[in-house]
């Protein structure tokens, strides 16, 4: 270790809140103005403690008595060997204490869209969830036009977009610096419409081509668009960690998917979901061919005497079975 050394403190997530450059050792820290590091805290003694030199060349972190003491990793101690990476409590301070020669990682590349900063995906995000908040309700409208219907539409959907984004944002500002709130909602409103058109689209198909397949497992595709805008939010909060926040969504997203397919077993017996539609379409959309009811009433008939033979069968094999006993 040479000299100068540098005094960090830190903040709970492990940022550096200020650095304070110390020609040599021993360094004395405290809230006395004599010491070579003042901790500005009212739970530190005038004279707290004291990083030294041992006779091996190391530092030791040494306790001066204080009455809240040095804590390192959830423990009180009287004197520490410390190393660059080495984090103590002084009160309420978190501290570490580098020398000129600690090794630092490589520069990270930066991943950061800097040019979609500020109002501009904001007032994107706000329009896309405007826009889709209302066409959701005119899809859904089956009564004549009453403009309330539609404002509050548009208030609610301003309202969640402001609360998601902004624990988004609150996050941002708190593992990542900077809030990033336009950035947050337009996420949050490009997921939106995401989510609505493919309803919209697959209600269509289904409709169109009796592809039953796209409103009984439509859902899990839900959740894995769902699963896409968390991982947006996530690499805007630390855009070098994507590969992680990919495998945690898809993870995720398979749980989600689980838990929807348990409980369609429990509830139906089925696997699959309901065959229902929530968008009205008109006939004038069907591509498939109509089966008429004379066509279901000759499978019903077809399933009756099935299960007629079925009934008799048991109860032959049943008689049968009570001669022998007699």
């Known amino acids: 270790m040479s000299a100068p050394y540098f005094v960090e403190t830190l903040a709970r997530n492990?940022?550096?809140l200020h650095r304070h450059q110390v020609e040599s050792l021993p360094i004395r820290l405290g809230r006395g103005y004599d010491n070579d590091f003042i901790v500005d805290d009212a739970h530190c003694a005038a004279r707290h403690a004291i990083i030294e030199s041992d006779q091996e060349g190391r530092m030791v972190l040494r306790d001066l008595g204080s009455r809240n003491g040095v804590v390192h990793r959830g423990k009180r101690t009287a004197s520490l060997v410390i190393d660059g990476d080495t984090v103590v409590r002084l009160g309420h301070t978190t501290l570490r204490v580098r020398a000129a020669d600690f090794p630092v990682p490589a520069e990270l590349l930066d991943r950061?869209?800097?040019?979609?900063?500020?109002?501009?995906?904001?007032?994107?995000?706000?329009?896309?969830?405007?826009?889709?908040?209302?066409f959701t309700v005119?899809?859904?409208?089956?009564?004549?036009?009453?403009?309330?219907?539609?404002?509050?539409?548009l208030a609610y959907g301003a309202g969640a977009s402001l609360v998601w984004g902004g624990a988004w944002a609150f996050a941002n500002r708190l593992f990542g610096r900077h809030a990033r709130l336009g950035r947050h909602l337009f996420i949050f409103g490009c997921g939106l419409a995401a989510i609505?058109?493919?309803?919209?689209?697959?209600?269509?198909?289904?409709?169109?081509?009796?592809f039953e397949a796209i409103t009984r497992y439509g859902s899990h595709i839900a959740i894995l668009l769902v699963a896409g805008m968390l991982y947006?939010?996530?690499?805007?909060?630390?855009?070098?960690?994507?590969?992680?926040?990919?495998?945690?969504?898809l993870i995720l997203a398979l749980l989600a998917s689980g838990l929807?397919?348990?409980?369609?077993?429990?509830?139906?017996?089925r696997l699959r979901d309901e065959l229902y539609m929530s968008v009205l379409l008109p006939p004038s959309m069907r591509v498939a061919r109509n089966h008429d009811v004379g066509e279901f009433m000759d499978k019903v008939g077809a399933m009756k005497a099935r299960l007629d033979a079925e009934r008799?069968?048991?109860?032959?094999?049943?008689?049968?079975a009570d001669d022998d006993d007699d």
């Open 14 to 16: 492990g940022d550096v």
């Open 112 to 134: 950061t869209m800097h040019s979609w900063e500020g109002a501009m995906p904001g007032l994107v995000g706000m329009f896309l969830i405007g826009v889709f908040s209302v």
């Open 138 to 153: 005119w899809l859904n409208d089956t009564q004549s036009f009453q403009l309330i219907r539609y404002l509050q539409a």
């Open 196 to 210: 609505t058109l493919f309803k919209l689209v697959a209600s269509v198909l289904a409709y169109a081509f009796s």
């Open 232 to 249: 947006f939010h996530l690499s805007t909060v630390k855009p070098n960690n994507g590969r992680s926040f990919a495998v945690t969504c």
């Open 260 to 269: 929807n397919l348990i409980s369609n077993e429990q509830r139906s017996g």
């Open 312 to 320: 008799a069968k048991k109860v032959k094999d049943g008689g049968s």
